[in-house]
């Protein structure tokens, strides 16, 4: 449970803006004055007021005071210094160091809270009905998804090409024709007569020849949530003492 000062944040604003009763006087039933009203506390679990801090370092539980004419009335007082002396001792520990009243702006983002009672009047007992009220919220979680790996293969692949090569050949012919140089056609020496083949030559180039691309889309869908909320009701049944008194007079 937490509980946070009204005045010294933006995050929550009244209901009902006419029960900020920041500065207010604090009253016993009878009219005496306790205080006035320094801070009034917010318990953000329930989301609702849960007590006020009056001047003194006196705190009043929300169920013990109701609103009336621009006042706090603590209820079943009679005795404003000895309550005030008896919360002060009891609350000491728990309250704050010190709280001034802070004139509130109000936020556009702010959380409505339950205020405090409804008015007042004199000799009335006031029984609170209490009803929960459900909100639903969203959070994300992580649902799935794809794990991406890339890997190398290999593939044994198969091209055909036309090679050429050269080949010595060598045929002797028969002829009969004079020698125009006979000192020169008698000359030894040698020469030699290479030939050239054509051979397979492999080039690689890494090209790309397809793209995946991974992305995501949202969508979106409509849930009912159903769950149950809480609500105290109060039941008035008239006592008749008219008849008990006819029954023992009979």
């Given at each position: 449970m937490a509980i946070v000062a009204y005045s010294q944040q933006d995050e929550f604003d009244l209901v009902n803006s006419g029960?900020?009763?920041?500065?207010?006087?604090?009253?016993?039933?009878?009219?005496?004055?306790?205080?006035k009203v320094m801070e009034m506390l917010i318990e953000t679990d329930r989301m609702k007021v849960d007590s006020i801090m009056v001047s003194g370092?006196?705190?009043?539980?929300a169920e013990n005071f109701a609103l009336r004419d621009g006042r706090v009335v603590v209820s079943g007082?009679?005795?404003?210094?000895?309550?005030?002396?008896?919360?002060?001792?009891?609350?000491?520990?728990?309250a704050p160091q010190s709280y001034e009243p802070v004139p509130r702006g109000g936020s556009a983002t702010a959380r409505n809270v339950a205020g405090v009672t409804r008015e007042?009047?004199?000799?009335?007992?006031?029984?609170?009905?209490?009803?929960?009220?459900m909100t639903v919220g969203k959070r994300a979680v992580e649902q799935g998804g794809v794990n991406v790996r890339s890997t190398m293969t290999e593939k044994p692949i198969e091209e055909t090409v036309n090679l050429r090569?050269?080949?010595?050949t060598v045929e002797r012919h028969k002829v009969d024709r004079p020698v125009d140089n006979a000192t020169e056609a008698f000359q030894e020496g040698t020469f030699d007569v290479t030939t050239k083949a054509e051979v397979p030559v492999i080039s690689k180039e890494a090209r790309?020849?397809?793209?995946?691309?991974?992305?995501?889309?949202?969508?979106?869908r409509i849930e009912t949530v159903r769950d149950t909320v809480k609500r105290t009701d109060v039941e008035v049944e008239e006592i008749n003492t008219g008849d008990a008194g006819n029954r023992r007079n009979g």
């Open positions: 029960q900020d009763c920041m500065g207010w006087a604090v009253v016993d039933q009878t009219g005496n004055e306790i205080g370092g006196v705190r009043v539980p007082v009679k005795d404003a210094a000895q309550y005030a002396e008896t919360q002060r001792a009891a609350t000491a520990a728990a007042a009047n004199e000799n009335e007992i006031t029984l609170p009905i209490v009803e929960e009220q090569e050269e080949n010595v790309v020849v397809e793209e995946v691309v991974i992305g995501k889309e949202m969508t979106e």
